[in-house]
């Protein structure tokens, strides 16, 4: 896995301009059951791939924290959400609770997320391959293919599955 972690910039970067027009024409023309192909892709890719093998976007960015995320994880931690704040994020150039730092403060040396059943939406939903309406977020998946192995098998699959 840690290969296929080091190759993937690269691939992702060689990939780039074919599937930055591969969205543009997506965009412009969504096929009907796009939700459905997304999910069925995403399901497939993630039965072959293991996120305990890997851990690349916890260790190379962080999730943005909502509001809801940090009363949550801070009640976990029983703190109150300000400490919370104080302790584990600081705010980025967009105004977001971000981490202080990558890799992960959460995250184990055996790949698992400590905060797992409370972690932030972000991460429950990273790398945003089954979320309906998947070419509205053609930019952002442009830029997660770079982080995730499995973002970007999507994506190749996708490209080859829809004929636009
Ligand atoms: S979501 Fe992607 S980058 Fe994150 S651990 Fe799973 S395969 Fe790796
Ligand atoms: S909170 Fe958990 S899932 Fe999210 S980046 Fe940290 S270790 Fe990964």
């Known amino acids: 896995m840690q ?4 190759n993937l910039p690269k691939l992702a970067k060689d990939k780039h301009n074919e599937s930055k027009k591969f969205f543009e ?4 023309k969504p096929p009907k059951n796009l939700d459905y192909v997304m999910e069925e892709l995403h399901e497939a890719e993630f039965k072959k791939t293991d996120c305990l093998q890997c851990a690349n976007c916890c260790k190379t960015t962080g999730p943005l924290f909502t509001d809801k995320d940090i009363e949550r994880i801070a009640k976990h ?3 109150k959400p ?8 600081r705010i980025d150039e967009d105004k977001d609770y971000v981490l202080q730092g990558v890799p992960c403060t959460f995250l184990g040396a055996d790949n698992y997320c400590s905060i797992y059943d409370v ?4 991460c429950q939903e990273f790398p ?3 979320r ?5 977020i053609s930019n952002l998946t442009l830029k997660n293919v770079a982080i995730c192995p499995a973002a970007f098998n999507i994506v190749e699959e996708i490209k080859r599955r829809i004929k636009l």
């Open 82 to 89: 300000q400490q919370f704040i104080n302790q584990y994020l």
């Open 119 to 122: 972690r932030p939406k972000a």
């Open 25 to 28: 024409k997506l965009k412009n």
């Open 128 to 130: 945003h391959t089954d």
């Open 132 to 136: 309906k309406k998947f070419q509205q």
């Open 77 to 79: 931690f029983k703190l």
């Open 3 to 6: 290969n296929i972690i080091n």
